[in-house]
């Protein structure tokens, strides 16, 4: 699958959940309980692998490490104030 095509399958999920963020609170009572944002998270996130569609994610566009960040004491100056 080419570029083009993984673009244009993200295009297609972005617009999805837009669509889903709009029209979500307009459905009566369920629309007033459940925030639109989680909806369009949710429906996002099942479409992808739903459809089997090739988008970008998180760790493909940069790597998460695993662990805690390591501690340190921070070197303060004068000069740097």
Do not use: Y
Not at 50 to 77: K, R, W, Y
């Amino acid at each position: 699958m080419g570029k083009l095509a993984s673009r244009r399958q993200t295009l297609v999920v972005g617009a999805v959940c837009l669509t889903v963020l709009f029209l979500w609170p307009r459905l009566g009572t369920m629309g007033a309980k459940v925030p639109s944002s989680l909806v369009a998270v949710i429906v996002g996130m099942i479409m992808v692998p739903l459809f089997g569609m090739n988008v970008s994610t998180i760790g493909d566009l940069c790597t998460i490490n695993a662990g805690l960040p390591e501690l340190h004491v921070p070197q303060l100056s004068i000069d740097l104030l």
